[in-house]
């Protein structure tokens, strides 16, 4: 038994100093460790002996196994080591050396302009609020006080959807303002109420320059007891003022718009010539901006809103002409073209 034990000893540390790769070490394993290996075999056979040669010779076996299986563990680990290094080597990565640069977007002029007037408004106490853009034609015409005979359907040449909308609303249309959010609103949250409505809109136009069958608007309503045009007139000039970050001045003039009475177009300072004359505003010193007036008692009623009680006033300005004034841009189609050209200028 002992010399069975000193040549397997001597075997073993021999095979171990000829183990060349992973694949060899385990099967060095098998071969002397595992469970059929010769060294178990050894101790297996210790139940023949006396007991004061297996008292003997079981110490030796235990120690030799203990003594290759350390030995087994260094070199696994060399093999580890190895393997290691030469991933790192191969997947090294020089953190000094220049990164790609990666080319990022940026929000376009439109809505980088529209997040400006939203911020406004709503430091005044306005909230922001959305509709539909596919509208029937109760709220886009008949609950702004524009029935279906009335002379100013024709101002607005429209899109109709071939599908008729809900509960007797008539056609769906895609939606030529964002008044019809008035309606909503007023019939969602009640008075008083302040809010501003921006988004897109849609009309059948002869696109050129400065007109497109796409474009955006942003829509205003102010109801509640004691409302008058003095509000209105505080709450633009502050608004114009915050926005192009200088003194202006705005006027009203007579205007007509069947949601509204008295309806009214307001008129800003020119932002060009601050008012001096220039070839913007036609050496007048003014700029037309937007259409507004008081809330007219047939839209109140619609929106759920006794008129005795409460009034009100409403705006709505072209934020796609707002964004060409503040840029200096002198083709509308421009924001709506997908060149990024034009959009990474902005």
């Not at 007139?233 to 509204?260: A, D, H, S, W």
Request: with cysteine; charged share 30%.
């Amino acid at each position: 038994m002992k010399n069975e034990l000193k040549k397997l000893e001597k075997a073993a540390l021999a095979a171990l100093e000829q183990v060349k790769s992973s694949a060899d070490l385990d099967a060095y394993h098998t071969k002397y460790l595992g469970r059929k290996g010769e060294l178990t075999g050894l101790l297996r056979g210790l139940k023949d002996l006396s007991p004061e040669d297996k008292k003997t010779f079981g110490k030796a076996t235990n120690e030799l196994k203990i003594e290759l299986e350390g030995k087994f563990k260094m070199k696994q680990n060399e093999f580890e080591h190895a393997e290691i290094s030469k991933s790192l080597k191969d997947e090294w990565i020089d953190l000094s050396a220049p990164g790609t640069t990666t080319k990022r977007g940026h929000i376009h002029p439109l809505y980088q302009v529209q997040e400006e007037v939203e911020r406004i408004f709503q430091q005044m106490g306005f909230s922001v609020v959305d509709g539909p853009e596919i509208e029937s034609e109760y709220y886009n015409f008949e609950g702004l006080n524009i029935p279906a005979d009335h002379p100013a359907r024709d101002m607005q040449d429209t899109f109709f959807i071939d599908k008729k909308a809900d509960k007797d609303e008539g056609r769906l249309v895609l939606r030529t303002h964002t008044s019809p959010n008035q309606i909503r609103a007023m019939k969602k949250y009640g008075v008083p109420l302040r809010i501003i409505v921006p988004g897109r809109v849609f009309r059948n136009e002869a696109t050129d320059a400065s007109h497109e069958h796409t474009f955006d608007q942003v829509e205003g309503l102010m109801i509640d007891k004691d409302i008058s045009i003095a509000h209105l007139k505080g709450v633009m000039l502050e608004f114009l003022q915050r926005l192009f970050k200088k003194e202006m001045k705005i006027r009203f003039r007579p205007g007509y718009f069947p949601f509204v009475e008295p309806g009214l177009e307001l008129d800003m300072s020119c932002i060009f010539c601050d008012g001096k004359g220039c070839k913007v505003c036609k050496k007048t010193g003014w700029i037309e901006f937007m259409g507004c007036g008081m809330t007219h008692p047939h839209v109140l009623r619609a929106g759920g809103i006794d008129p005795d009680e409460y009034q009100g006033w409403a705006f709505g300005f072209g934020l796609t002409r707002l964004v060409m004034m503040r840029y200096g841009i002198d083709d509308i189609r421009h924001l709506t073209s997908g060149d990024l050209r034009f959009a990474e200028q902005f």
